[in-house]
């Protein structure tokens, strides 16, 4: 959300109301609490900073700290900040006094615009939460998903087969439209709401655009009015996929949970509504990110020489045949691709609330009711942890390692054990009971997609120019609550590639 300078004026009406707690609030700071970063704009400050710069702000204040979790204090409270792997991997330990579905339960009404009714009863009701993981996780395991993974990658081939040769198109919107549209189809079945009236797509990515905007919940109807009408519709969708049936066809995730909901008395609106909240967990990361994977690979004609020598020696099982467990398994620079991507695109925070007093390490004391995040923009961007080109692509930095290794002063990568990264410093999918379930479909479907389009196209430059305006310049102004969009449409011609023209293509699993 782009802060105005009428709400900046609105919020300076408070800040000598809020000027003596802010003060009062530095007193009462505990000698082990990690050291403490205070804006000169007391109470507010912090948050003033973030709605302008988003990311951006922490990053650039955790430099005037060398401490490896700082506090920042804001409206009488506080956030701490980790950025450091080690103690991350601590935080992520403490499960029993630092809790992340105390955040999701209080995040998700906010997000999909839920009834109080239905707040509460995500709020109150422990074994709802409990229950609900046990539904989710295991079809989404690496081991479950194959009947999920068949429809999806069949999907891909007939999008591929189906694509004009010459067609021009704005990649991001295509990539992204087609990868909410096959996901949909994998979860919710034919009859799934995008499929029965494909503009509420365009909805959903109105709604996906502005949703931290949405979220904040301050006059929606100005400052997140496409969002709030394009939630509004999808829900309409979904009200309409119930009454009609649609759910017998969908999946056994999508049914159990449906019945899970009616279990603890959600009403079929409000199932809905929490329904929006799912389907951008399974469209929003993964599509964006596959159209950042193709933008990397295609503006760099080398590489893309080399990944599709890759795929074509590793993972064409027969003529246009492309299997999946073979890019998984046998493809190491295009994953590592995959991987460095989202190291760049997305900068993702986990964050725990913390309900009990806690000691980090015997060093840090985290205080009951704060919050603490481990900020991945800043991990992700330490070169300490991944060496001095750290904030350039590497094509090859996850190539020995899954986990990343750190490169030398040219930028070259080895599989030494001592240059191997920290597993906790990728926050790609967040980290211990964050850990994104959806992990093993999202690669599926990034590098099976970007795998048949680099073996099916060329990507030309659009008519009447001369070339392809690679790296759009990306919004990293905005707090991402998904991977980072780019702030201009990238437009190229889709090409069949040059004797490959009648090839027919087929994703397997």
Same mark, same amino acid.
């Given at each position: 959300?782009?802060?105005?300078?009428?709400?900046?004026? =609105?919020?300076?009406? =408070?800040?000598?109301?809020?000027?003596?707690?802010?003060?009062?609030?530095?007193?009462?700071?505990?000698?082990?609490?990690?050291?403490?970063?205070?804006?000169?704009?007391?109470?507010?400050?912090?948050?003033?900073?973030?709605?302008?710069?988003?990311?951006?702000?922490?990053?650039?204040?955790?430099?005037?700290?060398?401490?490896?979790?700082?506090?920042?204090?804001?409206?009488?409270?506080?956030?701490?900040?980790?950025?450091?792997? $080690?103690?991350?991997?601590?935080? $992520?330990?403490?499960?029993?006094?630092?809790?992340?579905?105390?955040? !999701?339960?209080?995040?998700?009404?906010?997000?999909?615009? %839920?009834?109080?009714?239905?707040?509460?009863?995500? !709020?109150?009701?422990?074994?709802?939460?409990?229950?609900?993981?046990?539904?989710?996780?295991?079809?989404?395991?690496?081991?479950?998903?194959?009947?999920?993974?068949?429809?999806?990658?069949?999907?891909?081939?007939?999008?591929?087969?189906?694509?004009?040769?010459?067609?021009?198109?704005?990649?991001?919107?295509?990539?992204?439209?087609?990868?909410?549209?096959?996901?949909?189809?994998?979860?919710?079945?034919?009859?799934?709401?995008?499929?029965?009236?494909?503009?509420?797509?365009?909805?959903?990515?109105?709604?996906?655009?502005?949703?931290?905007?949405?979220?904040?919940?301050?006059?929606?109807?100005?400052?997140?009015?496409?969002?709030?009408?394009?939630?509004?519709?999808?829900?309409?969708?979904?009200?309409?996929?119930?009454?009609?049936?649609?759910?017998?066809?969908?999946?056994?995730?999508?049914?159990?949970?449906?019945?899970?909901?009616?279990? +603890?008395?959600?009403?079929?609106?409000?199932?809905?509504?929490?329904?929006?909240?799912?389907?951008?967990?399974?469209? %929003?990361?993964?599509?964006?990110?596959?159209?950042?994977?193709?933008?990397?690979? +295609?503006?760099?004609?080398?590489?893309?020489?080399?990944?599709?020598?890759?795929?074509?020696?590793? /993972?064409?099982?027969?003529?246009?045949?492309?299997?999946?467990?073979?890019?998984?398994?046998?493809?190491?620079?295009?994953?590592?691709?995959?991987?460095?991507?989202?190291?760049? /695109?997305?900068?993702?925070?986990?964050?725990?609330?913390?309900?009990?007093?806690?000691?980090?390490?015997?060093?840090?004391?985290?205080?009951?009711?704060? !919050?603490?995040?481990?900020?991945?923009?800043?991990?992700?961007?330490?070169?300490?942890?991944?060496?001095?080109?750290?904030?350039? +692509?590497?094509?090859?930095?996850?190539?020995?390692?899954?986990?990343? *290794?750190?490169?030398?002063?040219?930028?070259?990568?080895?599989?030494?054990?001592?240059?191997?990264?920290?597993? *906790?410093?990728?926050?790609?999918?967040?980290?211990? /009971?964050?850990?994104?379930?959806?992990?093993?479909?999202?690669?599926?479907?990034?590098?099976?997609?970007?795998?048949?389009?680099?073996?099916?196209?060329?990507?030309?430059?659009?008519?009447?120019?001369?070339?392809?305006?690679?790296?759009?310049?990306?919004?990293?102004?905005?707090?991402? +609550?998904?991977?980072?969009?780019?702030?201009?449409?990238?437009? !190229?011609?889709?090409?069949?590639?040059?004797?490959?023209?009648?090839?027919?293509?087929?994703?397997?699993?």
């Amino acid at each position: 959300m782009v802060i105005t300078t009428t709400i900046v004026g =609105a919020l300076a009406l =408070a800040v000598a109301i809020g000027a003596f707690l802010s003060i009062a609030s530095r007193a009462k700071v505990d000698a082990r609490e990690p050291p403490a970063i205070y804006s000169p704009i007391p109470f507010f400050g912090h948050i003033i900073g973030m709605l302008r710069e988003g990311p951006l702000y922490i990053a650039r204040i955790s430099a005037q700290s060398s401490a490896p979790i700082f506090a920042m204090p804001m409206l009488g409270g506080k956030s701490y900040v980790c950025k450091n792997p $080690q103690y991350a991997a601590l935080i $992520q330990r403490a499960t029993s006094t630092l809790d992340f579905d105390g955040i !999701v339960v209080n995040m998700t009404p906010r997000m999909v615009g %839920s009834h109080a009714k239905t707040s509460r009863i995500l !709020v109150e009701s422990q074994e709802l939460m409990k229950r609900s993981h046990g539904i989710i996780n295991p079809p989404l395991s690496q081991q479950h998903m194959g009947s999920i993974a068949a429809i999806q990658l069949a999907h891909f081939g007939d999008f591929i087969n189906k694509i004009q040769n010459g067609h021009e198109v704005d990649l991001f919107r295509f990539i992204t439209r087609e990868v909410t549209a096959a996901t949909m189809r994998s979860f919710y079945g034919p009859r799934n709401p995008f499929a029965v009236d494909p503009s509420l797509i365009e909805a959903f990515w109105d709604w996906e655009w502005e949703i931290v905007a949405y979220m904040v919940g301050v006059m929606r109807s100005v400052f997140a009015r496409k969002a709030q009408a394009g939630l509004e519709r999808c829900v309409k969708g979904f009200e309409k996929y119930a009454a009609e049936d649609g759910y017998k066809d969908a999946s056994g995730l999508v049914q159990n949970r449906k019945a899970l909901h009616e279990d +603890f008395g959600i009403s079929p609106h409000e199932h809905a509504r929490l329904e929006l909240g799912l389907c951008f967990g399974f469209n %929003s990361n993964a599509s964006i990110t596959t159209f950042w994977v193709l933008n990397n690979i +295609f503006s760099r004609p080398p590489l893309l020489a080399e990944v599709r020598a890759e795929i074509e020696r590793n /993972a064409i099982v027969s003529p246009g045949t492309i299997a999946f467990t073979k890019l998984r398994d046998n493809c190491p620079l295009l994953n590592s691709i995959y991987k460095e991507t989202m190291r760049l /695109a997305a900068p993702m925070t986990s964050a725990r609330m913390v309900h009990e007093d806690t000691l980090i390490a015997d060093t840090f004391l985290l205080r009951k009711g704060a !919050v603490v995040q481990i900020a991945g923009g800043i991990l992700h961007q330490d070169a300490t942890i991944w060496g001095p080109d750290v904030s350039s +692509f590497n094509a090859r930095r996850f190539e020995h390692n899954w986990t990343g *290794s750190k490169t030398d002063k040219d930028g070259n990568v080895s599989n030494a054990k001592g240059d191997q990264v920290h597993a *906790s410093a990728f926050r790609g999918f967040g980290g211990g /009971a964050s850990l994104c379930p959806g992990r093993f479909i999202a690669q599926m479907e990034i590098i099976s997609l970007a795998a048949a389009v680099v073996c099916a196209f060329d990507l030309e430059a659009p008519q009447g120019k001369t070339t392809v305006e690679w790296d759009p310049p990306r919004d990293d102004k905005r707090f991402p +609550f998904s991977v980072v969009k780019p702030l201009r449409e990238l437009n !190229v011609q889709l090409k069949r590639r040059e004797g490959l023209e009648d090839v027919h293509w087929t994703l397997q699993a």
